[in-house]
């Protein structure tokens, strides 16, 4: 198949199976011997490395030595990309060539893709063109764009994970999600597909479990695939200060819960509905639960709280966007962010940095203080800003900084 630029189809051969080798069907086409006839005069085509090189056929070199070869090879993937372009288009527009290329299928196909293509071209698709337009307009007004997750306070979060008791299974599920969304800095659907493989113990030299676990899963961002694991693990350790909010401590409760029957790899399972019947009796079934259910979990309990979920737009991503919110507050540089959100780079971590009110105040404060010191105004107490402490003590004042400390009696006489 030959196309243009345009993603208009030029030529099409489609009575070869499809084990024969590019180049002899080539060979014995009418097009190959139009340009050995000179027919086409100065037109070149561009070919894969399965193809020959000829002088009106170009192919990339398989082993590229000099700058200018590399670059050669460079700008013929790019230029030949349109070809496969329309092959993906084609296959999404006509699923039926998935069922095999028959004659006369490829052949309509192509007159649908070129009359398509060429009411795009002639501006036939105004509609369309302003639609995307207006919507590229837009995305440009930060008022008038998609509103997203919004982050929950620290008061919130504490309040949604007290919400739930570890004596019903529902409710240990719940915490522990919870616990894990804010702790490994969850996606809205990274739950859906958790799987207890994801989770593993940290053991010492002698197999003693260190009272930590890597978690480190196998996720796809979108749905279309490219599963990857993440490039620095993440971990759940043990919360020494509040054992009834210790993730690791849920966790291992949690499996324990798991009958030998259970099967499912799956983190979060269907509760059993007659797990109250006898202490025997299994607390999951061996079913996941669903990807809804697990959904709108976040939502439910803003609302059980007291948020209202009409005027803010709260989502299982909301607790992602807390734990950013709380990090950037705490001092945390958006390089060692992106090794605990599992971001490629900083600039993902754009959409999460918002400065509300409070972190506002802050850091109004901060400067309000810097320009303090700058303008030496000595006062007792204690203060710090730009690296410099000012320490109170009973007959002098002493600044402290890069390690060198300065006695001031006076605004104009410093002694070292």
């Known amino acids: 198949m030959i196309c243009d630029s345009k993603l208009r189809i030029l030529n099409v051969l489609a009575r070869w199976p499809g084990a024969t080798h590019d180049a002899i069907i080539f060979n014995n086409s009418r097009v190959n011997h139009s340009f050995e006839n000179n027919e086409f005069r100065n037109c070149i085509l561009l070919g894969d490395s399965g193809y020959p090189i000829r002088n009106y056929l170009m192919t990339p070199l398989l082993q590229p030595h000099a700058p200018a070869e590399h670059l050669y090879n460079e700008s013929h993937i790019r230029t030949r990309n349109v070809i496969e372009r329309c092959f993906g288009i084609l296959k999404r527009r006509f699923p039926i060539l998935a069922y095999g290329c028959v004659q006369g299928y490829v052949r309509y196909t192509a007159i649908c893709q070129n009359t398509v293509r060429n009411y795009y071209c002639k501006g036939a698709f105004t509609e369309i063109n302003a639609r995307d ?39 240990l599920q719940k915490k522990f999600f919870f616990l894990a969304s804010y702790e490994l800095a969850w996606r809205g659907g990274e739950a859906t597909n958790c799987l207890i493989k994801h989770f593993k113990y940290e053991t010492d030299n002698n197999g003693k479990r260190t009272g930590r676990i890597e978690y480190n899963p196998i996720f796809s961002k979108t749905a279309q695939g490219g599963n990857h694991r993440l490039e620095d693990s993440k971990w759940l350790t043990t919360n020494k200060a509040d054992l009834h909010m210790c993730p690791v401590r849920v966790l291992t409760l949690l499996l324990s819960k798991r009958t030998p029957n259970i099967t499912c790899e799956r983190l979060f399972l269907t509760v059993n509905p007659y797990w109250k019947k006898s202490s025997s009796s299994a607390w999951y079934k061996n079913t996941p639960i669903g990807r809804n259910e697990i959904n709108k979990r976040t939502r439910c309990a803003a609302e059980e709280i007291g ?46 940095l918002k400065v509300d009110q409070e972190h506002h105040k802050k850091i109004v404060d901060h400067m309000q203080g810097r320009t303090a010191t700058q303008n030496a105004i000595v006062t007792s107490g204690t203060f710090s800003s730009e690296g410099a402490r000012l320490e109170s003590e009973e007959t002098a004042n002493k600044i402290v900084y890069n390690n060198c400390t300065f006695q001031v009696t006076s605004c104009n006489n410093v002694n070292f």
Do not use: F, W
Request: aromatic residues 2%; proline residues 2%; glycine residues 4%.
């Open 307 to 352: 948020i209202d979920t009409k005027k803010v737009k709260i989502t299982n991503h909301s607790t992602r966007s807390t734990v950013v919110s709380h990090l950037v507050k705490a001092g945390i540089s958006e390089h060692q962010l992106i090794k605990i959100t599992g971001h490629k780079n900083t600039t993902s971590l754009k959409p999460y």
């Open 133 to 171: 337009s207006k919507r590229r307009e837009l995305q440009a007004q930060a008022d008038k764009r998609k509103v997203s997750s919004v982050a929950l306070t620290e008061e919130e979060l504490m309040k949604i994970k007290n919400l739930y008791l570890e004596e019903n299974p529902d409710g």
